[in-house]
């Protein structure tokens, strides 16, 4: 299977399953385009008739061109078999019974009254509630005796707000170190905020223990205001950018990004992130929202014509941005042509509910963040760990192969079947298939793809 686009002024040929990228002429585009369903005399007949008005396009030369393209194919570099559904849930049944990440829900509760949360206001659906020293000593021990042998392991601090409980947040931190090294594991933690809270002590905490730092900022000050609204209902850009900028500048501008949401308000995000760039951040995220259907803040069928738009343009801002020596990182469009996961991740998925589990503040398992509160999904508890088999097994089953509706998606191999919780919340179901995320995500694909091949070969 092959995905051909033309983005950027390359014509681009992706070969799915072999994940080889070929950047070729208008001639070659078209004869890989009919490879598949012509015969070489039709493919050559084709060609000299179309480009008949070129010099430069002879009949041997097309038929030299044809030939290079069956070699491509002989060498698994164009028209590769799809040779991995047999190896789909292999990593997973590998790899079952050992957790690598937990997401520390520290704080059910935030100082914001955000419109579009997806944790109603940080509360899950239920009471407001900080998690004990003792729950989070408890998850950091549960994660240890879960890992296996595995010695990196990652705990996000995560709410609601956890800078509300800042406190456990330090002691907790204290703990893993205190136990890391007699156990052979090496912790790296991650924090989200929102800001409010962001003093000296703790960007000196965060500089020293955290690897990542996530800043929640939706751009510009008229839409960061709309929906990032504090109880009394007043906007917090102003009171968030300074702190944000001097936690960034004490990190040297490495280790952090900046993560927005666009919704039916402004699917015009560029402007968003021109103006993240203006405030001197270079490290940038915007997620579409994801809400119930009816939402005023879900994203319209014309939005997202306008929001496709705005991956092309933000792809062409940041290869000028490129030229002028002022690069900036998208997280989206984070793509390594040359490496980047194995066969076995792309195709069995993020592995929440299996290695990554969400921990509320006392203390139940639930597959992930966006699932918290979802009392079906409910796994376990960090003392008797995950007595939920049925649903595991279920998240286990989850693999771009588990999506009939993925066979025939050229995206297959890099979103690995998607987010569970997308589809699930979509549609009803982890396996379904969340159409406007794919629709998305492909587009996303694409112009990383470009972007990508233009820096490979000189951003020319």
């Not at 771009?400 to 919780?421: F, I, M, N, Q, T």
Request: hydrophobic share 35%; charged share 25%.
């Amino acid at each position: 299977m092959i995905h051909q686009y033309k983005l950027g002024g390359y014509n681009i040929v992706l070969d799915v399953c072999s994940g080889a990228v070929h950047v070729v002429d208008e001639v070659a585009y078209d004869i890989i385009g009919m490879f598949e369903t012509n015969s070489k005399e039709a493919i050559v007949k084709a060609m000299a008739e179309k480009y008949a008005d070129r010099d430069d396009v002879t009949i041997p030369e097309l038929e030299d061109c044809y030939d290079q393209v069956v070699a491509l194919k002989e060498s698994g570099k164009l028209f590769a078999p799809d040779n991995f559904e047999s190896m789909a849930g292999h990593l997973k049944a590998k790899t079952a019974g050992v957790v690598k990440a937990l997401c520390l829900h520290i704080a059910h509760t935030c100082n914001l009254n955000c419109e579009y949360c997806f944790a109603s206001q940080g509360k899950y659906h239920g009471e407001r509630a900080v998690m004990s020293f003792e729950v989070g000593k408890q998850a950091l021990d549960f994660l240890i005796a879960n890992s296996g042998t595995r010695r990196n392991l990652e705990v996000d601090f995560f709410g609601g707000e956890p800078l509300m409980n800042f406190e456990v947040v330090k002691q907790l931190v204290e703990y893993a170190r205190s136990i890391e090294k007699q156990h052979n594991k090496n912790f790296r933690f991650t924090l989200t905020t929102n800001g409010l809270l962001i003093d000296d002590d703790v960007i000196d905490f965060a500089n020293r223990e955290m690897s990542n730092v996530v800043l929640s900022l939706d751009g510009r000050k008229e839409i960061h205001d709309r929906y990032r609204v504090d109880y009394a209902g007043n906007g917090s850009w102003d009171r968030i950018v300074p702190k944000f900028q001097r936690l960034v500048e004490a990190r040297g501008g490495k280790d952090y990004y900046m993560r927005g949401t666009f919704t039916h308000a402004n699917p015009d995000f560029l402007n968003d992130i021109k103006q993240m760039l203006d405030l001197g951040f270079n490290e940038l995220s915007m997620e579409p929202v994801v809400c119930a259907d009816g939402d005023p803040s879900q994203l319209t069928e014309e939005d997202l014509a306008v929001v496709m738009d705005q991956y092309e343009k933000l792809a062409e801002l940041m290869l000028e941005k490129d030229k002028e020596g002022k690069p900036f990182t998208f997280y989206h469009y984070m793509i390594d042509l040359t490496g980047g996961p194995c066969i076995y991740k792309r195709i069995s998925g993020c592995g929440s509910g299996t290695e990554y589990m969400a921990v509320t503040p006392w203390g139940d398992l639930y597959p992930c963040h966006q699932f918290v509160g979802e009392e079906k999904f409910k796994l376990g508890d960090i003392w008797q760990g995950v007595t939920n088999k049925e649903t595991q097994a279920e998240f286990a089953a989850c693999n771009v192969y588990a999506h009939p509706e993925c066979k025939d998606c050229w995206a297959r191999l890099y979103c690995s079947g998607g987010c569970a919780a997308n589809a699930y919340h979509s549609t009803g179901s982890v396996t379904g298939v969340y159409e406007d995320g794919c629709k998305l995500f492909r587009k996303r694909m694409e112009c990383a793809i470009m972007v990508a091949v233009a820096r490979q070969l000189g951003n020319n």
